[in-house]
């Protein structure tokens, strides 16, 4: 039994967390959330000169081909940053789209650049409120143009290229399609969300030039196993929220006094942390073993992920808001930093689909594997 | 990352599991025991070819084995494994008590039959006053010449009818502080002035009993620690209790609750196709998942030798609340017939109303829920202890249910 992260692992963790505390801390988030710019510059150009952008690419296509499991590394520790910058979107999602279903042009074309930080990808599936369906999905593609609008795309307005999903008559109802958005048929504004340090833009594809990634009419089933597989990064990333959040509360705690005495020495405090971190243990643990299905490909990638995920989004939401609980008034405050975990808490618990809806993909991929824990 | 044994441990896997599959009691054997003759055949077994407390040293006639090879002993005894329960409290805690306090003398006199189940032992630490606040004890020791004299009272003691030995906490000074005037013994069961009498559980069944002590003598060569010293022993096998405490297999798990699903109805559809259902089901999933693979992360510490992390601590604390709401959720899913505990009339035998009258315990034995997130608060996040009224207070002084002045205490309600 080796159920832990090895020693090249361990020390990629420990530069992740040094460089992070170092270019990151809560002062760059918050630079973020309040100013204009749409992400953190000066923290992107470290992480892209640390190789954090080539981890997973082959080095034929300028990464560094490092296995998913450093991937698994950098997503808690940008998690328990709560980084502001367009990591999960360009590295999850674009990046392993191509990965997963890039032409060898395509891979030639994107990769490189992606690997150097010279282009930053996003992903544009949501279209309206509700989970998403191949049945929904109202951009269509006509002679290698998209017309349709995506509303919320997460670093749109920074991004080079978008994966975009647009319906197909064929196959499964959806194809994958890669589009430039510096084209001048793209127009992007800018959304408000819950979580200002990651940009959102509504994207208006208004027949936008675009080539097909992956064959026509398999759109849909490509998307799957593209989030399964980022569920679990994401699950890290909020497994590491979690964990900032659970030690932001217990630090509090210890040094805030009320009625005479520490409030971590009441039992109220002391249970409600407890709970977070037994939230904490049970998601991390899952995470490993997605963290293990994604490195091998494993045929429970499904159920891991979904476990995985599910799990995490309920322990940093419950850990993000008992954190601000435990601050009391001062958690409530604009200056205080707990609003930074509950925001990203559920930017997160949405980004890639909400918690109702991978708790219903879990026991779907359970009943299809036929598998019980 | 892998699931993999290392190649020690799969040689020693397929040692035990050739073992095992040689030596596991037949029908006919065990035909006519009763379950404590049933296991006390399959551990005397076990110990004569060195596959009894594996952790245990050589000359008490154990193996001197490692944590990962005991987890892997375990693995492979599977169902046989059960009959091991009754020595668990034995084994599990009195043993590494008297390994850290005993003499030699003792160690070689009680330790093997210990080991190799001819004689099971008992632990005699809760009373009615003395609960999470265990310390709180009222069982008192007066010394007289070479021996101690005990009166009072314990309960919840699993197997005392069927026990030889059992490890005791008394006071022997009621006045200092409470954890100060603790002292510390081992006993014979079938010592005259025991009695012993089963306690009937919400659920029917009786597995604990009172024990009172009138006038009990025990010598002071009997005494684990020095007079006073009973907290400190106390804490050497509280420390083993946690370690042997596990999740607690209650039996109702999300394959017993998946299948109920699956043979029940809402609205004229199987269940399993309701949304609230599924969602129930995830979250149980989860949680089973998450202990699972905690586990794995403990055993892949042991295996390249070191200590497990705190996150083996939350196993009974999340599995007994969780088997508690399964239980009544599947009731649910029954609906009328939920209540029905007749195992000819009702759904997998009744599992589901079994457990539901049977873990109420498990969120108390071993530690309540609360003392267990108690325990993660203060050892894991490193918070601080609840200010201690009784702190510095001698025990005689200390105010009690029945308080010091003897009045009742004041009721919350009429």
């Given at each position: 039994m080796n159920f832990e992260f090895d020693e090249e692992h361990n020390l990629l963790r420990d530069q992740a967390a040094r460089l992070l505390a170092d270019k990151s801390d809560f002062t760059e988030v918050r630079a973020v959330l309040e100013g204009e710019a749409s992400y953190s510059k000066s923290l992107w150009d470290a992480v892209v000169e640390q190789g954090w952008t080539a981890v997973a690419i082959p080095e034929e296509y300028g990464g560094l081909a490092m296995d998913r499991l450093a991937l698994c590394v950098l997503a808690e520790e940008l998690g328990r940053a709560v980084a502001p910058i367009p990591y999960s979107s360009s590295v999850y999602l674009a990046t392993e789209a191509l990965l997963m279903a890039g032409s060898q042009a395509q891979k030639e074309a994107w990769l490189p650049k992606l690997a150097a930080g010279d282009a930053i990808g996003t992903f544009a599936l949501a279209e309206r409120h509700g989970r998403q369906t191949p049945q929904l999905i109202e951009t269509r593609a006509a002679s290698g143009t998209l017309t349709g609008t995506k509303l919320p795309v997460a670093d749109g307005d920074v991004a080079d290229f978008a994966i975009v999903v647009a319906a197909s008559d064929k196959g499964d109802g959806a194809s994958l399609w890669i589009a430039d958005l510096s084209a001048s048929n793209v127009s992007k504004s800018p959304v408000t969300t819950l979580d200002p340090s990651r940009s959102h833009v509504q994207l208006v594809l208004d027949g936008a030039p675009a080539e097909p990634l992956g064959a026509d009419g398999e759109g849909w089933a490509l998307t799957q196993k593209l989030f399964d597989q980022a569920a679990v990064l994401f699950a890290w990333e909020q497994v590491g929220g979690a964990d900032r959040a659970l030690n932001m509360a217990r630090d509090y705690a210890m040094q805030r006094y009320a009625f005479g005495r520490p409030i971590a020495s009441f039992q109220a405090i002391k249970h409600k942390l407890a709970n977070a971190y037994v939230k904490n243990t049970l998601a991390r643990s899952n995470c490993y073993y997605g963290a293990w299905a994604l490195d091998t490909n494993a045929a429970e990638l499904a159920v891991a992920a979904a476990t995985a995920r599910v799990s995490a989004t309920q322990a940093f939401y419950y850990a993000s808001k008992e954190n601000i609980q435990t601050h009391g008034g001062m958690g409530f405050t604009w200056e205080f930093d707990c609003q930074f975990l509950y925001r990203r808490a559920k930017l997160l618990s949405v980004n890639i689909g909400s918690e109702a809806a991978w708790q219903e993909k879990l026991i779907t991929a359970v009943e299809q594997s036929n598998l019980a824990a | 990352m892998d699931f993999n044994d290392s190649p020690e441990e799969a040689r020693l896997r397929e040692e035990a599991r050739k073992w095992i599959r040689a030596n596991t009691p037949t029908d006919q054997e065990l035909a006519g025991l009763d379950y404590i003759a049933q296991s006390k055949l399959w551990q005397k077994r076990k110990y004569d070819a060195g596959w009894a407390c594996i952790r245990w040293p050589e000359q008490y006639g154990c193996r001197g084995g490692s944590a990962m090879e005991q987890v892997i002993f375990g693995q492979e005894e599977g169902?046989?494994?059960?009959?091991?329960g009754v020595f668990a409290i034995g084994q599990g805690m009195a043993g590494p008590t008297m390994m850290a306090y005993a003499s030699e003398a003792q160690k070689k006199r009680y330790l093997p039959p210990l080991a190799s189940g001819e004689e099971i032992w008992c632990q005699l630490f809760s009373e009615p006053a003395g609960g999470s606040d265990l310390a709180a004890l009222r069982t008192t020791a007066v010394r007289d010449g070479d021996d101690w004299v005990i009166n009072g009272q314990k309960i919840w003691t699993s197997g005392a009818h069927y026990s030889d030995y059992g490890i005791l906490v008394t006071r022997s000074d009621p006045d200092v502080p409470k954890h100060k005037g603790l002292t510390y013994f081992f006993l014979s069961m079938k010592s005259p002035g025991i009695e012993i009498k089963p306690i009937k559980q919400i659920s029917g069944d009786s597995n604990f009993n009172e024990v009172y002590f009138n006038n009990v003598r025990i010598p002071d060569s009997q005494r684990l620690g020095e007079v006073g010293q009973g907290w400190q022993v106390s804490i050497t096998t509280l420390m083993n209790e946690r370690m042997s405490i596990g999740a607690g297999g209650s039996g109702a798990n999300f394959k017993r609750v998946f299948d109920l699903a699956q043979s029940t109805y809402i609205n004229d559809r199987p269940a399993i196709e309701d949304s609230a259902v599924r969602a129930k089901l995830a979250d149980w999933y989860c949680q089973e998942s998450g202990l699972k693979y905690t586990s794995f992360r403990t055993m892949s510490a042991l295996s390249r030798g070191a200590t497990p992390g705190p996150e083996s601590s939350i196993g009974k604390l999340v599995g007994a609340p969780k088997a508690q709401e399964m239980a009544n959720f599947a009731m649910d899913l029954m609906d009328m017939t939920g209540a029905i505990r007749d195992p000819e009339l009702t759904e997998q035998e009744a599992l589901f109303q079994e457990v539901y009258m049977a873990i109420p315990g498990l969120r108390i034995a071993g530690g309540t829920d609360e003392i267990m997130a108690n325990i993660i608060a203060e050892r894991v996040l490193g918070m601080p202890q609840d200010i201690r009224v009784d702190k510095g207070v001698a025990f005689k002084d200390v105010p009690t249910s029945a308080s010091s002045d003897g009045r009742e205490p004041a009721r919350v309600c009429a």
């Open positions: - | 169902k046989v494994g059960e009959l091991s």
